[in-house]
């Protein structure tokens, strides 16, 4: 797959929230999950004091979907390049008493053991208090009996040095570029391209067990189970582009 060279950085832009459709390319057929964001019809949304909560995030089709734990708190929708996104609110890690984040999280209904290829148009967050450190607990999570690390981030990095192998030895793109492990992720929207080596597993957003939370902000994420070829990510990552980052002839556009 040819490398993109072109540095991506991005910015929120405060817009009155409405109901969006996702644009830019159907949903492909054999896509295990797919989350949008900017389809606001597929939440569950609660208003409490101005704040949009969202407590149930639906698959774009299919009957798959992921809930707000009841344990953590929950995710609220934000903004950016005038679609919504869910934030997860800054990293906590409240069992060790030295993190002070918000820390949401969601259980998707079904765990899927059989994970090959993800595309997350993801983002960190970044708190106010010296230890809500960036970079989510994971960048596709687990909870409940799931103990894996199979998608561990390491604060900054792009992986934690006891994540699964099958994920650190795989494809590890961030905006077309090809990167390593150690690659320390920007501020701000990027997308994120994963293929493992062999099959890995998940089953939440923003966890690890119950634990680490939060951190992060997830504007759309598309799981496979199976690995696709260059052509199709390609095809994929250009509707993302797209669709997200306000590409023309090949240069993301922002305003700041």
């Known amino acids: 797959m040819q490398k993109d060279n072109i540095v991506y950085a991005c910015c929120l832009m405060a817009v009155t929230l409405i109901a969006t459709i996702a644009v830019g390319g159907s949903v492909p057929d054999d896509v295990a999950f797919h989350f949008d964001a900017s389809n606001t019809n597929t939440m569950t949304i609660v208003s409490e004091n101005g704040t949009n909560f969202v407590t149930r995030w639906n698959c774009v089709s299919g009957s798959r979907y992921a809930t707000a734990r009841e344990e953590d708190r929950r995710p609220f929708l934000g903004t950016f390049n005038g679609r919504t996104i869910i934030d997860f609110g800054t990293y906590n ?3 060790y008493g030295c993190m002070t984040g918000y ?5 998707w ?3 899927d053991t059989s994970i090959r290829e993800v595309f997350l148009v993801y983002s960190d967050v970044y708190g106010d208090e010296p230890y809500d450190l960036p970079g989510g607990p994971f960048f596709l999570g687990s909870c409940g009996d799931l103990d894996t690390y199979h998608f561990h981030r390491n604060g900054l990095k792009l992986f934690y040095n ?3 192998v099958l994920a650190k030895n795989g494809v590890i793109q961030i905006d077309g570029c090809d990167q390593t492990i ?3 992720l920007p501020a701000g929207f990027h997308l994120i391209h994963l293929r493992p080596t062999a099959s890995v597993s998940a089953n939440a957003f923003a ?3 119950n634990t680490r939370k939060g951190g992060q902000r997830l504007a759309e994420v598309l799981v496979f189970d199976a690995a696709l070829s260059d052509d199709r990510v390609k095809v994929i990552s250009e509707r993302l582009y797209k669709k997200w980052f306000c590409r023309k002839q090949g240069l993301v556009l922002l305003l700041k």
């Open 182 to 184: 150690s690659y320390a």
């Open 103 to 107: 820390g949401a999280s969601m259980a």
């Open 93 to 95: 890690n409240d069992p």
């Open 162 to 164: 006891a994540s699964q």
């Open 109 to 111: 209904s079904e765990t």
């Open 207 to 209: 966890t690890d067990r």
